[in-house]
């Protein structure tokens, strides 16, 4: 594998449900990432140009150290994406490249069920909530020179939350699933970390 191969210690790519309950967490994911120093990456960075996303999706996916995948959406319709998101993932790291992967669900056990091949690798259960998020996300992540307080992180997503709520009246759009509004978050997210103290400029 050459240089310019190698994945980007920092980025994180972000495998979760794109769909109005999921909004709260998700800003959750993109506090808790930048508190840490980490970058997330996200599909939605990917727009439909008329060729196909899907090497492109696998390129995005090899440039990341690191992916998380959120697998709690087992209801109707059935959601396939972030099980086809994760093999993918799965096929990075088994075919030699560096690439470690984060299973996240909502409930106990349940992954058991919906996802046998995984077995042996244990998700963690976040409830639903964005403070479960932060919790798990900062204890999995976190390192011996940055390790940012949860409750911090917590208000930083709150302040995320209102930004994204004058993104969402700015492009006047219903949902914060969007290219630009999910880079300025990321953005946002970076310049919360840096004035909380966690980041440098």
């Not at 120093?37 to 999706?57: A, D, I, K, N």
């Not at 964005?130 to 992180?153: A, F, G, M, Y």
């Not at 969402?168 to 999910?182: E, G, L, Q």
């Amino acid at each position: 594998m050459d240089k310019r191969s190698l994945p980007d210690e920092r980025k994180v790519f972000l495998n979760v449900p794109l769909d109005a309950g999921y909004e709260k967490n998700f800003v959750a994911l993109i506090a808790s990432l930048t508190s840490l120093g980490r970058t997330p990456r996200c599909v939605l960075e990917l727009p439909e140009l008329g060729s196909g996303r899907l090497s492109r999706l696998f390129a995005h996916l090899e440039q990341c150290r690191i992916s998380i995948h959120d697998l709690s959406r087992v209801g109707l319709p059935v959601r396939f994406n972030m099980a086809f998101e994760l093999g993918l993932a799965c096929a990075i790291r088994q075919y030699g490249q560096s690439h470690d992967y984060i299973i996240m669900e909502k409930k106990q056990y349940r992954l058991d069920r919906t996802l046998s091949d995984i077995k042996g690798r244990d998700p963690l259960i976040h409830d639903g909530s964005p403070r479960r998020i932060i919790s798990c996300i900062l204890d999995v992540l976190r390192t011996d020179s940055n390790n940012p307080n949860p409750l911090e992180v917590y208000k930083m997503t709150h302040q995320l939350w209102k930004i994204a709520g004058e993104l969402k009246r700015r492009y006047a759009t219903a949902t914060i699933f969007n290219r630009s509004i999910f880079l300025t978050l990321v953005q946002a997210g970076n310049e919360l970390a840096v004035a909380a103290g966690y980041l440098k400029e």
